[in-house]
């Protein structure tokens, strides 16, 4: 079992990749998104999302992604784009969060809070502004936002 990981770092997407492949997954990206959302460990996310449907080697549906952080006490809240697009510097008139923006507009994304982006065939974690995926630096076009929020 890999070591302790620090949330939301480039080291513990490495450590979640490898806790993959050890399980010879892959299409797991719900699985890596929620692990790195949660930081609990890799095989404890598959474990309850292979119990509320996710087969191995398969995609997985946006509703097992969402039971699978409610039974580990977590929500996630939709949040609109404008939310973030609003804090851009100079009127930012790009209508689009792209996979980079946490990045390029750290400021506005580094508030503390944990997000799942969903693309087209893709979900990723944005911890406290630090894209936590094989997509940092890449542009792939977000079309949700959820804010993943620990339940009191």
Known sequence: ????????????????????????????????????????PYEKVHGLMAANGRRPRKGTAMAITEATLRALGFDMVCVPHHEFLSRYPGGNLNRNITTHHPERYNNVWADGNTYLLRTAG??????????????????LRVKVIYRVVKRA
């Not at 890999?2 to 492949?21: F, I, L, M």
């Not at 893709?122 to 542009?139: S, Y």
């Open 1 to 40: 079992m890999p070591g302790p990981r620090k949330s939301g770092t480039v080291e513990q997407y490495a450590s979640v990749r490898n806790a993959s492949n050890a399980l010879h997954e892959s299409n797991d990206c719900a699985v890596v998104a929620a692990t790195v959302a949660t930081n609990e």
């Open 122 to 139: 893709h979900i990723l974690a944005v911890v406290n502004g630090v894209n936590v995926d094989w997509t940092r630096g890449k542009a």
